[in-house]
């Protein structure tokens, strides 16, 4: 089973904060997905992260897969409020037919 | 387009019951998974369907089983209830059966005394 190590387990911030939030494995993946999830509500997926070293951006959002495709990165610039969920990251290994999320980082940015 | 509903939302049991839940994907959508939700931690995998058949399963008993129907809806059944099993069980639905995204519903949260 591959895992998925999410730290840190808890933020909480000030809004206008920066933040990072991060997804490591002793595993390499082909992809990680990023996901957020809001109380009462289902996870929504962020983006997808293929190639090793890369980073895309979403609006204040900046996510980075790691060189060796063993990790990845959340950066969130100037945190609102609207940010507050718990951010998940996940991985499908096709070939064995299982899905893992870790176990998430729970965010809070107080007004 | 509706997305993907679950039901029943909310639902108590007591231990050694049977419960059955239900999904129904994205319209297209071939592909339905279930997930367990503890509070604090993050979902983990019980079953993949796609085109109606058995595509993965994660590490939990025999007590759980789940199908797909002819379309495309899903039921995840849990016999034998004991506490353990209280979470919030989650379906998600994608087009394929890869890496693509997967679009959940609002879960099912199943409490059992």
């Known amino acids: 089973t591959q895992l998925l190590e999410q730290s840190p387990q808890f933020l909480s911030i000030q809004e206008g904060e920066n933040l990072t939030v991060y997804c490591n494995s002793s595993?390499?993946?082909?992809?990680l997905q990023w996901y957020r999830q809001e109380p009462g509500e289902g996870p929504v997926l962020l983006v997808t992260?293929?190639?090793?070293?890369e980073v895309k951006k979403l609006k204040r959002l900046t996510f980075q897969f790691g060189d060796a495709r063993k990790d990845s990165s959340l950066h969130i610039t100037a945190a609102q409020p609207g940010d507050t969920g718990l951010y998940l990251c996940?991985?499908?290994?096709?070939?064995?037919?299982?899905?893992?999320f870790g176990d998430g980082t729970t965010l809070t940015v107080k007004p | 387009d509706a997305g993907v509903t679950q039901s029943p939302t909310h639902l108590i049991k007591t231990r050694g019951q049977q419960v059955t839940l239900r999904c129904s994907p994205i319209?297209?959508?071939?592909?339905v998974s279930w997930y367990q939700q503890v509070l604090g931690q993050g979902p983990q995998f019980i079953f993949q369907?796609?085109?109606?058949?058995?595509?993965g399963r994660g590490n939990f008993p025999d007590r759980f089983s789940a199908r797909q129907f002819p379309n495309y809806s899903s039921e995840l059944n849990v016999n034998a209830l004991l506490l353990g099993d209280s979470a919030l069980y989650l379906c998600?639905?994608?087009?394929?059966?890869?890496?693509?995204?997967?679009?959940f519903g609002e879960g099912s949260r199943l409490t059992v005394l």
């Open positions: 998600a639905s994608s087009l394929v059966a890869g890496t693509g995204e997967l679009f």
């Open positions: 595993s390499v993946f082909s992809s």
């Open positions: 992260v293929v190639t090793g070293g």
């Open positions: 996940f991985h499908k290994d096709t070939n064995a037919g299982k899905s893992t």
């Open positions: 319209s297209g959508h071939k592909s």
């Open positions: 369907y796609y085109e109606k058949e058995e595509r």
